[in-house]
């Protein structure tokens, strides 16, 4: 059964007229898993005709704005549509506090449960979903706070997410072989130093990395507003593994047993 990925945001930190920041959307088989948050995710759900209502499951790989802050307006809004289903939220330590604490203050409530899975692990991975559709395994990498990449299999299909993270070969096992991979790739190679000190990764090191775990398909993502085209970091990962291609909002590709197309549907 195949996996449908939208992407509704692909750049790192700031939003741009170009790019907004970290958002995605797997269809398997119905079930939508909304990974990351970012400012403004709502209203990409909907220019993308998503129903924001079908979305049932959300995990946050960080809590850093540009994957998180999108969080507590999805959340209200959700409810001022009239949402009674549950949402079940995977997220590291401290999510649960910053959204309760959001809505206390601010005077909003929602009336739905939420089912909360707080990370707080450094070693090996964890099961944080399991349904008919799919499961979701979680692992550390590594970034300037707790961070959590996520591998998605659904049948015999397998989706990795990392972002954000420093060059780590540690990821390694924990990516093998899938049949897309999305990395984060802030940087070009020339900016090796501060991708180093912001622990991010270079072009080059995500194509690396895809390269060592001998993936199907690599998908970059999380591009620095200063790129205004992709196509030096197109270049310098295809330098390391050729299947590759850059995200762009509003991309929806369909992960296949027989490779990753684009998909217009
Ligand atoms: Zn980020
Ligand atoms: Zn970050």
Same mark, same amino acid.
């Given at each position: 059964?195949?996996?449908?990925?939208?992407?509704?945001?692909?750049?790192?930190?700031?939003?741009?007229?170009k790019?907004?920041?970290?958002?995605?959307?797997?269809?398997?088989?119905?079930?939508?898993?909304?990974?990351?948050?970012?400012?403004?995710?709502?209203?990409?759900?909907?220019?993308?005709?998503?129903?924001?209502?079908?979305?049932?499951t959300?995990?946050?790989?960080?809590?850093?704005g540009?994957?998180?802050?999108?969080?507590?307006?999805?959340?209200?809004?959700?409810h001022?549509?009239?949402?009674t289903?549950?949402?079940?939220?995977?997220?590291?330590?401290?999510?649960?506090?910053?959204?309760?604490?959001?809505?206390?203050?601010?005077?909003?409530?929602?009336?739905?449960?939420?089912?909360?899975?707080?990370?707080?692990?450094?070693?090996?991975? #964890?099961?944080? %979903?399991?349904?008919? /559709?799919?499961? $979701?395994?979680?692992?550390?990498?590594? =970034?300037?706070?707790?961070? *959590?990449?996520?591998?998605?299999?659904?049948?015999?299909?397998?989706?990795?997410?990392?972002?954000?993270?420093?060059?780590?070969?540690?990821?390694?096992?924990?990516?093998?072989?899938?049949?897309?991979?999305?990395?984060?790739?802030?940087?070009?190679?020339?900016?090796?130093?501060?991708?180093?000190?912001?622990?991010?990764?270079t072009?080059? #090191?995500?194509? %690396?990395?895809?390269? /060592?775990?001998? $993936?199907?398909?690599?998908?970059?993502? =999380?591009?620095?507003?200063? *790129?205004?085209?992709?196509?030096?970091?197109?270049?310098?990962?295809?330098?390391?593994?050729?299947?590759?291609?850059?995200?762009?909002?509003?991309?929806?590709?369909?992960?296949?047993?027989?490779?990753?197309?684009?998909?217009?549907?």
């Amino acid at each position: 059964m195949n996996i449908y990925l939208t992407v509704m945001g692909s750049g790192a930190a700031s939003p741009t007229g170009k790019r907004h920041c970290s958002a995605q959307v797997l269809n398997i088989r119905g079930f939508k898993l909304l990974i990351d948050c970012a400012e403004g995710t709502q209203d990409r759900i909907r220019q993308h005709h998503l129903k924001l209502q079908s979305i049932s499951t959300i995990v946050i790989s960080h809590l850093h704005g540009d994957h998180f802050f999108g969080l507590p307006g999805l959340l209200s809004t959700m409810h001022l549509c009239g949402r009674t289903e549950p949402v079940s939220i995977v997220a590291p330590k401290g999510a649960k506090q910053v959204i309760e604490t959001t809505f206390e203050l601010t005077g909003n409530h929602i009336e739905y449960p939420i089912e909360w899975t707080e990370m707080d692990f450094e070693e090996g991975e #964890q099961r944080v %979903l399991e349904n008919r /559709k799919c499961t $979701v395994d979680a692992f550390r990498i590594d =970034h300037s706070v707790p961070t *959590y990449g996520f591998r998605v299999t659904a049948d015999a299909l397998t989706y990795a997410y990392c972002c954000d993270t420093a060059y780590d070969e540690a990821i390694l096992p924990h990516i093998e072989g899938a049949d897309l991979l999305c990395l984060e790739c802030t940087f070009a190679n020339e900016l090796a130093e501060l991708a180093e000190q912001r622990k991010h990764l270079t072009a080059g #090191q995500a194509g %690396l990395l895809a390269q /060592k775990a001998g $993936v199907k398909q690599l998908l970059l993502t =999380h591009l620095s507003a200063r *790129y205004k085209e992709p196509d030096v970091l197109l270049q310098q990962a295809r330098e390391q593994y050729t299947n590759c291609i850059v995200a762009s909002d509003g991309m929806r590709m369909e992960i296949t047993a027989n490779g990753t197309k684009m998909n217009d549907l």
